[in-house]
T-cell receptor, first 117, second 113 residues
Framework: DAGVTQSPTHLIKTRGQHVTLRCSPI?????VSWYQQVLGQGPQFIFQ???????GRGNFPDRFSARQFPNYSSELNVNALLLGDSALYLC????????????????FGPGTRLTVL | KNEVEQSPQNLTAQEGEFITINCSYSVGISALHWLQQHPGGGIVSLFMLSSGKKKHGRLIATINIQEKHSSLHITASHPRDSAVYIC???????????????FGQGTILTVHP
């Protein structure tokens, strides 16, 4: 079975441009989370989606947005790119949205490396 | 102070040595992940645990919920173990937890032959 897939693998943009990153979860998984990992640091939570609804949002500006489609795949959009948006963007999928003390293990994709010039 | 702290930040070992990486956290958690990240970025989940101890091959992970501390041990280390090891926790707030992982800064492990 295929794991979490992300596209593209690498991307180069210039300041002010817009970017769309894509993620396909493991078959049967209904939750997708997005993380940003700046070089030398641990990942930071951006969004979590479950059943096409936003369930959690990290401390990121409104330039960052996301959505989840009926097939549970997801897009992360970043507008008005800044140099500081250069990072590895990771997508993780899990069976469900954790609640009431239950938890579903997250499985990570290979990431999209975004470079903003 | 970060909610999740790892030590050491860098670790160099000779092949065959026993390795320990530590993770301390300051919030109540539902679960803790140990993750491995190789150059190029892909993250692999090694363990998810909420109590006790888990073992997989040469890797052992332990967690002490009362002390808010977890350790990852690698026995008989090998150069192919060289990677960044990251601890991540799922916080439990008021009995409800969400899929937001909070990560440590990672431990860079280099194992020399």
């Amino acid at each position: 079975d295929a794991g979490v897939t992300q596209s593209p693998t690498h991307l180069i943009k210039t300041r002010g441009q817009h970017v769309t990153l894509r993620c396909s979860p493991i078959s049967g998984h209904k939750s997708v989370s997005w993380y940003q990992q700046v070089l030398g640091q641990g990942p930071q939570f951006i969004f979590q989606y479950y059943e096409k609804e936003e369930r959690g949002r990290g401390n990121f500006p409104d330039r960052f947005s996301a959505r989840q489609f009926p097939n549970y795949s997801s897009e992360l959009n970043v507008n008005a790119l800044l140099l500081g948006d250069s990072a590895l963007y990771l997508c993780a999928s899990s069976l469900a949205w954790a609640s009431s003390g239950s938890y579903n293990e997250q499985f990570f994709g290979p990431g999209t490396r975004l470079t903003v010039l | 102070k970060n909610e999740v702290e790892q030590s050491p930040q860098n670790l160099t070992a000779q092949e065959g040595e026993f390795i320990t990486i530590n993770c301390s956290y300051s919030v109540g958690i539902s679960a803790l992940h140990w993750l491995q990240q190789h150059p190029g970025g892909g993250i692999v989940s090694l363990f998810m645990l909420s109590s006790g101890k888990k073992k997989h091959g040469r890797l052992i992970a332990t967690i002490n919920i009362q002390e808010k501390h977890s350790s990852l041990h690698i026995t008989a280390s090998h150069p192919r173990d060289s990677a960044v090891y990251i601890c991540a926790v799922l916080a439990n707030a008021g009995g409800t937890s969400y899929g937001k992982l909070t990560f440590g800064q990672g431990t860079i492990l280099t194992v020399h032959p």
